[in-house]
């Protein structure tokens, strides 16, 4: 079955910088990969979400990349801000249906 | 319009009772999934339904269950429950092919 790995696990950064995280997926047939943000205590909120048909997809300061041949694909915040702070979480599925996440990312943004 | 409701919050249970925990889904979304989120695993997917019938299975033990009703709420059961058991279990919805919209989770601590 599909396997999602996520990386970094935590990351840090200052106020104004860009963070990135990076996802790789196993099963090719995989075509919808979408990225949720988790802040303590909430429930996890869809931020951007990309098809395979797509390779970039922008919102705002927020964008996500995704390389089919190399099957990973990538959340990209510029210019974070402390509410940004939270753990992100991407993931990928055939169709829409059963989601297979990674682990998560604990992003910190220090002012 | 009203997001994903699940009830109740919070429950505190003992091994080997069993818990129903029930899910109203946003106006318009048939597509009801089940989540169980842990420290340790991360988000993982228990089962899909839609229009009453379940659509998908994870890798979850026949002690898990669920059920969808003709307004498209759903119940999610969980029998002889075990310690490991303790976790948020989210519910999420969506229409067609739309992203999955979360609710906030009940959260299950087993003792």
């Known amino acids: 079955g599909e396997n999602v790995e996520q990386h970094p696990s935590t990351l840090s950064v200052q106020e104004g910088d860009s963070a990135v995280i990076k996802c790789t997926y196993s099963?090719?047939?995989?075509?919808?990969f979408p990225w949720y943000k988790q802040e303590l205590g909430k429930r996890p909120q869809l931020i951007i979400d990309?098809?395979?048909?797509?390779g970039e997809k922008k919102d705002q300061r927020i964008a996500v990349t995704l390389n089919k041949t190399a099957k990973h694909f990538s959340l990209h915040i510029t210019e974070t801000q402390p509410e940004d702070s939270a753990v992100y979480f991407c993931?990928?599925?055939?169709?829409?249906?059963?989601?297979?996440f990674g682990t998560g990312t604990r992003l910190l943004v220090s002012p | 319009k009203a997001g994903v409701t699940q009830t109740p919050r919070y429950l505190i249970k003992t091994r080997g009772q069993q818990v129903t925990l029930s899910c109203s889904p946003i106006s318009g979304h048939r597509s009801v999934s089940w989540y169980q989120q842990t420290p340790g695993q991360g988000l993982q997917f228990l089962f899909e339904y839609f229009s009453e019938t379940q659509r998908n299975k994870g890798n979850f033990p026949g002690r898990f269950s669920g059920r969808q009703f003709s307004n498209s709420r759903s119940e999610m059961n969980v029998s002889t429950l075990e310690l490991g058991d303790s976790a948020l279990y989210l519910c999420a919805s969506r229409v067609g092919n739309s992203p999955l919209h979360f609710g906030n989770g009940t959260r299950l601590t087993v003792t």
């Open positions: 099963d090719s047939a995989s075509n919808y």
């Open positions: 993931a990928a599925s055939i169709g829409f249906q059963k989601l297979v």
């Open positions: 990309i098809r395979s048909n797509v």
